[in-house]
Nanobody, 116 residues
Framework: QVQLVESGGGLVQPGGSLSLSCAASGFTFSSYAMTWYRQAPGKERELVARISSTGRMKNYADSVKGRFTISRDNAKNMVYLQMNSLKPEDTAVYYC?????????WGQGTQVTVSS
């Protein structure tokens, strides 16, 4: 059974950092590009970052470029999102997701709140 489980969210001050993790199981993780999405109340879901199946290629939304880093460890079936220089507008529920048109698997999400 496919599972994606996010962790690492929490409350941080502006300018602070958080590291999110996503543990995958139940599928051939190394065959899939992976993504992080986020959704804030009243806003549409936003693609934050994408990483290719090998980790060779990475892409970021303009709003997080230079501040966030996506990475993966295929041996551990893990994908990560390192978030630095956090801003209040980064506040959202963050989700990891397989990047596949036929097999779209979502995690349950983890809350990130950036506030003084």
């Amino acid at each position: 059974q496919v599972q994606l489980v996010e962790s690492g969210g929490g409350l941080v001050q502006p300018g602070g950092s958080l590291s999110l993790s996503c543990a995958a199981s139940g599928f051939t993780f190394s065959s899939y590009a992976m993504t992080w999405y986020r959704q804030a109340p009243g806003k549409e879901r936003e693609l934050v970052a994408r990483i290719s199946s090998t980790g060779r290629m990475k892409n970021y939304a303009d709003s997080v470029k230079g501040r966030f880093t996506i990475s993966r460890d295929n041996a551990k079936n893990m994908v990560y999102l390192q978030m630095n220089s956090l801003k209040p507008e980064d506040t959202a529920v963050y989700y990891c997701k397989t990047d596949s048109p036929r097999y779209a698997y979502w995690g349950q999400g983890t809350q990130v709140t950036v506030s003084s």
